[in-house]
């Protein structure tokens, strides 16, 4: 869904016929301003999006912004000022907040585990595992905080999960039918497969025409073998069970890439506040 769009239909959501408490309690012309205060260190994102609520909550508000995503922030930092009809400042304040404190809540652990495999080859990937109608933006956080999309979702690269394997009657069946799809379709689209062990991953590599293999719930000891045997002819991919204690581990291997679902649906939202400058 386009950006913009998802906004409006979250302030719908939110305001529905009236900020009846703001309306109740402060009169209609009164002006004021706020200033966003952070109140944990982390990476800032969704600067933009926030000044887009506001916008479109009241396009008479003015917005400025004094840090911007990607900036590394503690508390008491001020990310902006916004200015203008004191209703509509209010009306606006916790959508804007939503939407930035999950942002660079995203942002800020993606950066933690880029940390955790810095001097190393190997990159950091998000997984479709995100909130249903906001992928965009949490994938931009992803970006924002240093790691890297994998795929934006079914449609833009071939991802052959066991599911699939199963489904098609084999490994080598699943790859056949795949590339008469794609040629049948005119698509252009890369391949990867998912293989659980080195006896699905032998398979794979005696049949060839993929991209790239993903490696699921390997150890470190086995995905070492596994990226040794895969070096030169394929992009190698580790997930599965990868976290903040062991990502250095996986990425010593010399992968190529390592996936993190946790990345954008288990993290803990940046702690930041919306308050009125007396």
């Given at each position: 869904?386009?950006?913009?769009?998802?906004?409006?239909?979250?302030?719908?959501?939110?305001?529905?016929?009236?900020?009846?408490?703001?309306?109740?309690?402060?009169?209609?012309?009164?002006?004021?301003?706020?200033?966003?205060?952070?109140?944990?260190?982390?990476?800032?994102?969704?600067?933009?999006?926030?000044?887009?609520?506001?916008?479109?909550?009241?396009?008479?508000?003015?917005?400025?912004?004094?840090?911007?995503?990607?900036?590394?922030?503690?508390?008491?930092d001020i990310v902006f000022t916004v200015e203008g009809n004191s209703i509509s400042i209010l009306s606006g304040e916790r959508l804007?907040?939503?939407?930035?404190?999950?942002?660079?809540?995203?942002?800020?652990?993606?950066?933690?585990?880029?940390?955790?495999?810095?001097?190393?080859?190997?990159?950091?990937?998000?997984?479709?595992?995100?909130?249903?109608?906001?992928?965009?933006?949490?994938?931009?956080?992803?970006?924002?905080?240093?790691?890297?999309?994998?795929?934006?979702?079914?449609?833009?690269?071939?991802?052959?999960?066991?599911?699939?394997?199963?489904?098609?009657?084999?490994?080598?069946?699943?790859?056949?039918?795949?590339?008469?799809?794609?040629?049948?379709?005119?698509?252009?689209?890369?391949?990867?497969?998912?293989?659980?062990?080195?006896?699905?991953?032998?398979?794979?590599?005696?049949?060839?025409?993929?991209?790239?293999?993903?490696?699921?719930?390997?150890?470190?000891?086995?995905?070492?073998?596994?990226?040794?045997?895969?070096?030169?002819?394929?992009?190698?991919?580790?997930?599965?069970?990868?976290?903040?204690?062991?990502?250095?581990?996986?990425?010593?291997?010399?992968?190529?890439?390592?996936?993190?679902?946790?990345?954008?649906?288990?993290?803990?939202?940046?702690?930041?506040s919306l308050l009125a400058v007396k």
């Open positions: 869904m386009d950006i913009d769009k998802i906004i409006e239909e979250a302030i719908i959501e939110d305001i529905g016929d009236g900020d009846h408490t703001s309306l109740a309690t402060i009169p209609a012309d009164k002006t004021g301003k706020a200033h966003l205060i952070i109140k944990e260190p982390g990476i800032l994102a969704g600067v933009d999006i926030a000044k887009e609520v506001f916008f479109k909550t009241d396009k008479k508000l003015k917005f400025h912004k004094l840090l911007s995503d990607g900036t590394v922030v503690k508390p008491g804007a907040l939503n939407f930035m404190q999950r942002m660079s809540g995203i942002a800020t652990y993606t950066n933690k585990l880029v940390s955790l495999i810095d001097g190393l080859k190997t990159k950091l990937l998000d997984t479709r595992k995100t909130t249903p109608l906001l992928r965009e933006l949490e994938k931009y956080s992803v970006k924002v905080g240093g790691g890297e999309n994998h795929r934006m979702g079914l449609y833009d690269m071939i991802m052959i999960k066991d599911n699939h394997i199963d489904f098609a009657g084999g490994i080598v069946p699943a790859i056949e039918s795949t590339k008469k799809y794609l040629s049948e379709k005119k698509k252009n689209l890369k391949i990867e497969i998912e293989v659980k062990n080195l006896k699905e991953l032998e398979v794979v590599l005696n049949h060839g025409g993929i991209d790239r293999i993903m490696l699921d719930n390997f150890t470190p000891e086995e995905l070492k073998k596994a990226v040794e045997k895969i070096a030169g002819r394929f992009e190698s991919e580790a997930s599965g069970g990868i976290t903040e204690k062991t990502i250095r581990k996986y990425a010593e291997t010399g992968v190529d890439y390592i996936s993190v679902g946790a990345l954008t649906h288990h993290i803990s939202s940046l702690d930041m």
